[in-house]
């Protein structure tokens, strides 16, 4: 499925890969964050995922006034899980609507599980 932006040169498509892949970029980079998370249908085992799926551990669709996007990811034990995800989501909004033009309206963060270091 892809968003579409209507212009006055034409129509734009882009796809809901391309927006995840985007949002997954931007929430690695930000301090706390180990990775995206993938939950195993089968056995419900939570899995990190690695940079070449970074798009599976997010969901984007369409509503009327923009954008949602459900991030699901692994933090770093130790570190504010509040401060981290209001960094996500201000961070992911600001680069998807500056990259994209689109209006993102929600971004979900859900924390999946913490990696403790050994």
Request: glycine share 8%; with cysteine; hydrophobic share 45%.
């Amino acid at each position: 499925m892809a968003i579409l932006i209507n212009s006055e040169l034409g129509k734009i498509s882009v796809d809901n890969n391309v927006i995840a892949s985007i949002a997954g970029a931007v929430a690695n980079k930000c301090y706390g964050v180990v990775g995206m998370a993938s939950k195993s249908k089968k056995d419900g085992v939570i899995k990190l995922l690695g940079m070449d799926s970074i798009s599976r551990g997010i969901k984007v669709y369409a509503e009327d006034n923009g954008i949602v996007i459900d991030m699901h990811i692994i933090v770093e034990y130790g570190v504010n899980i509040n401060a981290i995800c209001d960094s996500i989501v201000h961070n992911v909004r600001y680069k998807l609507e500056h990259n994209t033009g689109l209006k993102v309206s929600r971004v979900n963060v859900l924390v999946e599980s913490v990696r403790v270091k050994e």
